[in-house]
T-cell receptor
Framework: DAGVIQSPRHEVTEMGQEVTLRCKPI?????LFWYRQTMMRGLELLIY????????DSGMPEDRFSAKMPNASFSTLKIQPSEPRDSAVYFC?????????????FGPGTRLTVT | AQSVTQPDIHITVSEGASLELRCNYS??????LFWYVQSPGQGLQLLLK??????LVQGIKGFEAEFKRSQSSFNLRKPSVHWSDAAEYFC?????????????FGTGTRLTIIP
């Protein structure tokens, strides 16, 4: 298996633009997690899905952020409009069910820079 | 609320020396406990996990961790480090309740290996 795939790996955009980050989880995994990593705040869980259904989005910072999982093999995290404080590395992770949901497989991340 | 503390931000050890990274948690009950490693420019990888039972758990890459209930700790150890162990290490906890698959990560400990 190729592991969790994220695209793009790097994104540079101007403030006010829409940004879409993409994730393909490991085939057969039931859970998908979106995290944000910054020096100041560390690793934060933004939202997670179980069987394509959002379970907990309490970590989504504000309405500018939205996430979808239209099918088991694809998820997006969208920021509209983007702001400089959104600059971070965004990780997608996937996992199986039960206690295995804690054994998360992370993608390589998308480094987002908003100027 | 559950929390996890990694008191050491940065540790430097010589190649071949032993290593211990500290992790403490604050929670009413014993949570599930994990150690993840993040190599530069990559996502996190699970090193080992503790759910219950034997308090000394073995992981990948020669790492082990010991759960000590009396100290609310789950320290990571390795008897002899290799240059390839240079990375950032994250302790994580999870609340073992149905319907909660969230991990809470510590702030991380950066490990530097010197020749």
């Amino acid at each position: 298996d190729a592991g969790v795939i994220q695209s793009p790996r790097h994104e540079v955009t101007e403030m006010g633009q829409e940004v879409t980050l993409r994730c393909k989880p490991i085939s057969g995994h039931d859970y998908l997690f979106w995290y944000r990593q910054t020096m100041m705040r560390g690793l934060e869980l933004l939202i997670y899905f179980n069987n394509n259904v959002p379970i907990d989005d309490s970590g989504m910072p504000e309405d500018r952020f939205s996430a979808k999982m239209p099918n088991a093999s694809f998820s997006t995290l969208k920021i509209q409009p983007s702001e400089p404080r959104d600059s971070a590395v965004y990780f997608c992770a996937s996992a199986n069910g039960g206690r295995l949901s804690y054994e998360q497989y992370f993608g390589p991340g998308t480094r987002l820079t908003v100027t | 609320a559950q929390s996890v503390t990694q008191p050491d931000i940065h540790i430097t050890v010589s190649e071949g020396a032993s290593l211990e990274l500290r992790c403490n948690y604050s929670y009413g009950a014993t949570p599930y406990l994990f150690w993840y490693v993040q190599s530069p420019g990559q996502g996190l990888q699970l090193l080992l996990k503790y759910f219950s039972g034997d308090t000394l758990v073995q992981g990948i890459k020669g790492f082990e961790a010991e759960f000590k209930r009396s100290q609310s700790s789950f320290n990571l150890r390795k008897p002899s480090v290799h240059w390839s162990d240079a990375a950032e290490y994250f302790c994580a906890v999870a609340l073992p309740n149905f319907g909660n698959e969230k991990l809470t990560f510590g702030t991380g400990t950066r490990l530097t290996i010197i020749p």
